[in-house]
Nanobody, 124 residues
């Protein structure tokens, strides 16, 4: 069992930055792929970024490449998402997810554990 708690959301102006963190509990955290997804009001949940268990492999949605960076610290059981040059259309609830049983890194249904989410609001 893995429990995830996100933090770091808030209100930021367009062009600004935020750093989201996800604290995980569970002894085998460092065995799992981790990811961030987001869901805007009235829209479907979408993939943002993923990172392999060791941190060597990352994947990003095309819309965030070059602006967002996912990282993890297995010693601290944390996963972070640095978001730069934020846009108003990126206002959403951001979720941390853990994939224990394998599958596509970009498909939400392949993730087994989810956090409660943290709100990110980007003002224009």
């Amino acid at each position: 069992q893995v429990q995830l708690v996100e933090s770091g959301g808030g209100l930021v102006q367009a062009g600004g930055s935020l750093r989201l963190s996800c604290a995980a509990s569970g002894r085998t955290f460092n065995h799992y792929r981790m990811a961030w997804f987001r869901q805007a009001p009235g829209k479907e949940r979408e993939f943002v970024a993923a990172i392999s268990w060791g941190g060597a492999i990352t994947a990003y949605a095309d819309s965030v490449k070059g602006r967002f960076t996912i990282s993890r610290d297995n010693a601290k059981n944390t996963v972070n998402l640095q978001m730069n040059s934020l846009k108003p259309e990126e206002t959403a609830v951001y979720y941390c997810a853990c994939q224990a049983r394998g599958g596509s890194s970009r498909v939400g249904e392949s993730y087994d554990y989810w956090g409660q989410g943290t709100q990110v609001t980007v003002s224009s």
